[in-house]
């Protein structure tokens, strides 16, 4: 199947990841999760909620990374439970081709899936904790960033503990008036939630590759995994530089079974040997990583937000996969009547 991003610009970027490719990399971000870091901390009969699109209704990566989840834990809920196509996505970005999409567009600011999204979550957390379950919440950091600053309006918070554990995921790279630096976004979320710092933890992937980083939780670099990757960082010109300089990020991905698996990314990085932490093995990407000039900003959690930010993903499933498209119209005005 075809699992696809996109940029600032609208366009997607599609991948041919056929079964075999696709079960390499949902098997390998079980193992790093709950298999290696929170070896101790798994629990199956733990719930989690995936701040994201429902993967088994959408073949964005962001929703697809994250597909064997569920199955490792009692009960799931996500912050987007419909269909998303790119159709849909497109539309999120302002992208709207004829006067019907342009008519979709029209009302679409009407109703924020946002609005729905925090107060479910902060209700799904208040439960877990009256019941003293083990929770773990996993990808867009700023839903989560939403949710600590609704509970501090209300003057509310949990205290998890480490029952709790979060991997976010995608970034703010074009999200840039909610990002936070990284210790700051783990001290809100200690200070909120209750989970320690150590418990909180960035993944660094995308759509061109199967394999995962996640970060130490002692000291926070992204751990590349050793077996499955070949990394290095290039330089202007396309050459390899030594470790610890900043460059281009580029890899060798093995994983890659329907495609070519040598990629040049956005991404400015230093990469290094070792953890200068925790002194795991294996070569890891310090914590900053940002996009090159002149690239185009692209981040699997931006597009989550532009679902979110720009109406009720419900709503525009409603109006794009609409049986009687003559009906349109009415839809419309029953929904800004609604608002």
């Known amino acids: 199947q075809a699992v696809y991003s996109s940029g600032t610009s609208g366009r997607f970027s599609f991948l041919p990841k056929d079964q075999t490719t696709l079960n390499r990399s949902q098997y390998l971000i079980v193992k790093l999760t709950v298999g290696e870091f929170w070896r101790g901390w798994y629990d199956p009969e733990g719930y989690t909620y995936l701040l994201g699109p429902n993967p088994a209704k959408t073949n964005l990566w962001v929703g697809k990374v994250v597909y064997p989840l569920p199955r490792v834990f009692r009960d799931t809920r996500y912050a987007i439970d419909s269909e998303i196509t790119t159709q849909m996505v497109r539309l999120s970005q302002g992208d709207a081709h004829g006067v019907g999409e342009k008519a979709m567009m029209a009302v679409m600011p009407i109703i924020s899936a946002s609005r ?112 499955v990757v070949y990394p290095m960082v290039l330089d202007e010109n396309l050459k390899p530089l030594p470790y610890g300089e900043a460059g281009r990020f580029a890899f060798v991905d093995p ?11 956005g991404d400015i990085v230093k990469l290094h040997d070792h953890c200068p932490v925790c002194g795991r093995p294996g070569p890891v990407l310090e914590p900053d990583v940002h996009r090159a000039t002149g690239e185009e900003m692209r981040g699997c959690a931006e597009e989550v937000r532009q679902l979110m930010d720009s109406d009720g993903s419900e709503m525009i499933h409603d109006m794009v996969c609409a049986p009687d498209r003559s009906r349109m119209p009415l839809m419309l005005m029953k929904k800004k009547a609604e608002g």
């Open 116 to 227: 729905r999204i925090v107060p479910n979550i902060i209700n799904w957390l208040a439960e877990r904790e009256k019941k003293k379950d083990k929770i773990f919440l996993c990808e867009a950091p700023f839903i989560l960033q939403r949710v600590i600053t609704e509970l501090k309006e209300q003057g509310g918070s949990f205290d998890f503990g480490e029952s709790g554990a979060i991997v976010t995921g995608g970034g703010w790279k074009n999200n840039e008036a909610e990002k936070l630096p990284h210790d700051e976004f783990r001290k809100n979320v200690e200070e909120t939630l209750g989970i320690p710092g150590h418990m909180c933890v960035d993944l660094y992937t995308m759509c061109e590759s199967n394999w995962h980083a996640i970060q130490c939780p002692e000291g926070h670099y992204f751990h590349l995994p050793q077996s």
């Open 255 to 265: 994983l890659a079974n329907s495609y070519p698996g040598a990629i040049i990314t």
